[in-house]
């Protein structure tokens, strides 16, 4: 049975319809390996090996009469707490949410399911889903299997963490603010965001009693894989319209022709204005950009004009509150603000005005900053009229030390404000919509994860998953952490 850890999804799969291997197995390998390993990273927090395994059992009796549901027939995957999962709980690891309980599956879940993939269980994520580590009111804190003392990434770090030890070979996470990026590059993984509204939302939270409405920006679900094969093959399962939701359009998301990188017209920047990142990360963009060069590629280190970033940062903090404070009472809002400024955003001065306007909940707000918005998406289709992808760092080193929230991270004989170590590098993105995705490159000298974010025009992801297998020939890509092999 131990065979099967660390093989990919697609593999998986080909055992099983060959008749080489039986879902029953497959699914008692990887819960095995959750049992071991477990204890130590707490990335799954909610079991369902009962479940699992009777529809193992029915997917292989399927098999026997040839009857396969789907590419995922019989492949083991977990899925992450804040989707709904029928009968399960989508708490957030949060008290406020610790009693709700899914009546029906989320969109996404159900096509992996129609796909036939097997459910064993949903991974730990950040309270509220609020955060680059694994910590909260319900589950035990997550970390990351390269160094229990680090963070796994978040929110989805649990799916990060039970990727990278074996426990599943492909997962489902959400991106609000680099959530399935941050722990795909702390843990070694591809993970992509894709295009806003390209992905169905119904059920990908759970929802307060009485809301009588929810408007959804900047937050999407995507996929995350050892492999950019299984990336792709999860990708093509969840996107795509959905009858009940008129906000997803019906992509072509045709081949964009191009076979090898001297196809490709990449701009790359290796920091931020008033955002710079490490010496390692720096060098480790330089080093990938030479790369690109020597295979081909036309490459351009200009950064995209008009400071389109800082506008982009100053987007998200604005347009964020008017997303998490729905439904809540005014009096509430204040405190709200509050928290997030002795916590989440301690240390971040320069978009205080932001932050208060996004508070004011009204109609005139929100729409002025809905017109802001597509602005600078605009503007940054503009910049990538000259570029298929833009090269750049994901975050300003590698996984940080647990610590509390908040607390500002020491690296390099410098202390960087907490959420200056990942946000402005992600953040900008999700404001604008448009998709980002990790490129694992390996280990650094310390034994722990490194890669690079790409970014293309919206509705590229075709592209973007070309480049990504074209480069893994002078990639490492995803290298096991030692002591999970089974």
């Not at 009777?54 to 989707?83: C, N, W, Y």
């Not at 920047?269 to 990938?288: A, Y």
């Not at 953040?427 to 974010?453: E, R």
């Amino acid at each position: 049975m131990t065979d099967f850890i660390y093989k990919s999804a697609i593999e998986l799969a080909g055992l099983i319809r060959t008749g080489k291997a039986t879902s029953v197995d497959v699914v008692h390998a990887h819960l095995a390996q959750i049992k071991k390993h477990n204890p130590s990273l707490q990335a799954v927090i909610i079991d369902q090996e009962k479940e699992a395994l009777k529809i193992a059992s029915e997917l292989d009796s399927d098999g026997k009469r040839g009857d396969f549901k789907g590419p995922l027939h019989g492949v083991p995957m977990t899925i992450k707490e804040q989707f709904w999962l029928k009968g399960t709980k989508s708490t957030l690891n949060s008290n406020r949410m610790k009693n709700w309980v899914a009546e029906e599956d989320a969109e996404i879940v159900r096509r992996l399911k129609e796909a036939g993939a097997v459910i064993l269980g949903k991974t730990n994520v950040a309270k509220e889903l609020m955060d680059y580590q694994v910590q909260g009111d319900i589950y035990p804190e997550g970390k990351n299997p390269y160094d229990l003392e680090r963070t796994p990434g978040g929110s989805s770090g649990g799916s990060a963490a039970a990727l990278a030890s074996g426990m599943v070979p492909i997962e489902l996470g959400g991106d609000f603010g680099g959530s399935v990026r941050i722990p795909s590059n702390y843990c070694g993984l591809y993970g992509l965001k894709p295009t806003e509204n390209s992905v169905p939302g119904h059920g990908n939270v759970p929802r307060p009693k009485n809301a009588k409405g929810f408007v959804f920006h900047m937050a999407q679900a995507g996929p995350m894989a050892r492999t950019v094969e299984d990336m792709e093959l999860v990708w093509n399962i969840i996107q795509g319209p959905d009858t009940t939701d008129g906000t997803i359009p019906r992509i072509d998301y045709a081949d964009a022709g191009r076979k090898s990188l001297s196809d490709y017209q990449v701009g790359w920047v290796n920091s931020w204005p008033g955002f710079p990142t490490s010496e390692q990360t720096q060098k480790l963009v330089l080093d990938f950009v030479e790369q690109l060069k020597s295979h081909g590629s036309t490459v351009d280190g200009s950064a995209p004009p008009d400071d389109l970033h800082s506008r982009s940062l100053s987007l998200y903090v604005r347009l964020f509150p008017q997303l998490i404070a729905q439904e809540v009472p005014k009096i509430i809002k204040p405190f709200m603000k509050m928290s997030l400024q002795r916590g989440l955003l301690n240390g971040v001065d320069r978009y205080k005005r932001e932050l208060s306007q996004g508070f004011k909940g009204t109609m005139i707000n929100y729409s002025e900053t809905m017109g802001i918005r597509a602005e600078i998406t605009r503007d940054w289709e503009l910049f990538f009229q000259r570029y298929n992808i833009l090269v750049c760092p994901m975050s300003f080193g590698p996984p940080f030390k647990r610590c509390k929230m908040g607390t500002p991270i020491h690296i390099d004989g410098r202390e960087i404000v907490y959420s200056d170590y990942v946000w402005p590098y992600v953040g900008c993105f999700n404001a604008s919509g448009h998709p980002g995705m990790n490129i694992p490159l390996g280990l650094n000298d310390d034994g722990l994860p490194v890669g690079i974010q790409i970014v293309g025009p919206y509705w590229s992801e075709p592209d973007m998953i070309q480049f990504a297998k074209l480069v893994s020939s002078f990639t490492a890509g995803f290298v096991s952490p030692s002591g999970y092999q089974a």
